[in-house]
């Protein structure tokens, strides 16, 4: 067992990538999700068979909540308490695109307030809520496992890469980065690290629609390594950073993107 684990959004896409290598190395876990229930709960059972699979006992416990809500982040957090009493990992992973790409001439406000809304005000203050919770239990004692609280936050390429047909998105994505050098250094002396995984190009729902686009960019060269992410990549990098394989790095940015970022000539 790896203490427990709340990830957003683990319904589908990268989020449920994550809950399945997390369950493959014996977390708990907290399934996220925002109403789409029995996609969760697919998730769910999936990683117990996953983490069965390896010889690993595991919970699976989902829980609905829009995290762009007050009142659901809170809900959260209690969900996690009364079930497990503890919290080891949060991955902010929830994220949403805008419903219509639409060029920053045209964009509106609504598109913009719902994307602050889920992609940082969501992450922002949840992530306040459960280090708090973090440090209590620090201060507690947590036994029998040892107690090496952490956060994870799901950016993207977006951040720093310029997409004028959705630049809600890349302003939500560009606020969102500052989440992780700022609670990096508020909690470090908590003994709780903090990361941001960027990823590249992954192979989910949200890319659906632009696949075709996508996968000419891939072919053409975009990406050093030539082919979509999956899921499991990213998830991969998330049961890294649980099994505390960095434990001198907090701040830090993770990028799995395929090389995307490498600057070319
Ligand atoms: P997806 O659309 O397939 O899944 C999103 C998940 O977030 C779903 O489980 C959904 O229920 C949940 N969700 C959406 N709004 C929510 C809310 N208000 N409260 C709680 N849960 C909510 O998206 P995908 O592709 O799996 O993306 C996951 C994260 O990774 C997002 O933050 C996205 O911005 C980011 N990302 C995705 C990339 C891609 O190429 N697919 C690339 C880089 C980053």
């Given at each position: 067992m790896n203490g427990v684990s709340l990830i957003t959004g683990a319904s589908r896409g990268i989020g449920r990538g994550i809950a399945l290598e997390l369950a493959k190395i014996g977390c708990?876990?907290?399934?996220?999700?925002?109403?789409?229930?029995?996609?969760?709960?697919?998730?769910?059972?999936?990683c117990l068979a996953a983490a069965r699979a390896v010889g690993k006992t595991i919970r699976a416990e989902v829980c609905p909540a829009n995290i762009g809500i007050s009142a659901d982040r809170l809900k959260l957090i209690e969900f996690a308490r009364a079930q497990f009493g503890r919290l080891d990992l949060l991955v902010n992973n929830a994220g949403i695109a805008p419903e219509v790409r639409a060029d920053i001439l045209e964009a509106t406000e609504e598109s913009f307030d719902r994307l602050i809304s889920v992609n940082v005000k969501g992450p922002y203050f949840l992530t306040q809520l459960a280090a708090r919770w973090m440090i209590e239990q620090g201060r507690a004692g947590v036994s029998p496992v040892p107690f090496a609280p952490k956060i994870i936050t799901i950016t993207s390429i977006s951040a720093y890469t310029a997409?004028?047909?959705?630049?809600?998105y890349c302003v939500a994505k560009a606020a969102l980065s500052m989440l992780t050098p700022l609670y990096a250094?508020?909690?470090?002396?908590?003994?709780?690290?903090?990361?941001?995984?960027?990823?590249?190009i992954i192979a989910t729902d949200m890319t659906g629609p632009v696949k075709e686009k996508y996968d000419r960019l891939i072919a053409e060269g975009l990406t050093p390594i030539k082919r979509w992410g999956t899921p499991e990549d990213v998830g991969r990098a998330v049961a890294a950073i649980a099994r505390d394989l960095l434990p001198f790095s907090t701040g830090e940015v993770i990028n799995v993107d395929g090389g995307f970022h490498i600057r070319r000539l």
């Amino acid at each position: 067992m790896n203490g427990v684990s709340l990830i957003t959004g683990a319904s589908r896409g990268i989020g449920r990538g994550i809950a399945l290598e997390l369950a493959k190395i014996g977390c708990d876990l907290v399934i996220n999700c925002a109403s789409n229930l029995p996609a969760a709960e697919r998730t769910s059972a999936d990683c117990l068979a996953a983490a069965r699979a390896v010889g690993k006992t595991i919970r699976a416990e989902v829980c609905p909540a829009n995290i762009g809500i007050s009142a659901d982040r809170l809900k959260l957090i209690e969900f996690a308490r009364a079930q497990f009493g503890r919290l080891d990992l949060l991955v902010n992973n929830a994220g949403i695109a805008p419903e219509v790409r639409a060029d920053i001439l045209e964009a509106t406000e609504e598109s913009f307030d719902r994307l602050i809304s889920v992609n940082v005000k969501g992450p922002y203050f949840l992530t306040q809520l459960a280090a708090r919770w973090m440090i209590e239990q620090g201060r507690a004692g947590v036994s029998p496992v040892p107690f090496a609280p952490k956060i994870i936050t799901i950016t993207s390429i977006s951040a720093y890469t310029a997409s004028v047909n959705r630049g809600d998105y890349c302003v939500a994505k560009a606020a969102l980065s500052m989440l992780t050098p700022l609670y990096a250094a508020r909690l470090a002396d908590h003994g709780i690290n903090v990361y941001e995984i960027r990823p590249g190009i992954i192979a989910t729902d949200m890319t659906g629609p632009v696949k075709e686009k996508y996968d000419r960019l891939i072919a053409e060269g975009l990406t050093p390594i030539k082919r979509w992410g999956t899921p499991e990549d990213v998830g991969r990098a998330v049961a890294a950073i649980a099994r505390d394989l960095l434990p001198f790095s907090t701040g830090e940015v993770i990028n799995v993107d395929g090389g995307f970022h490498i600057r070319r000539l």
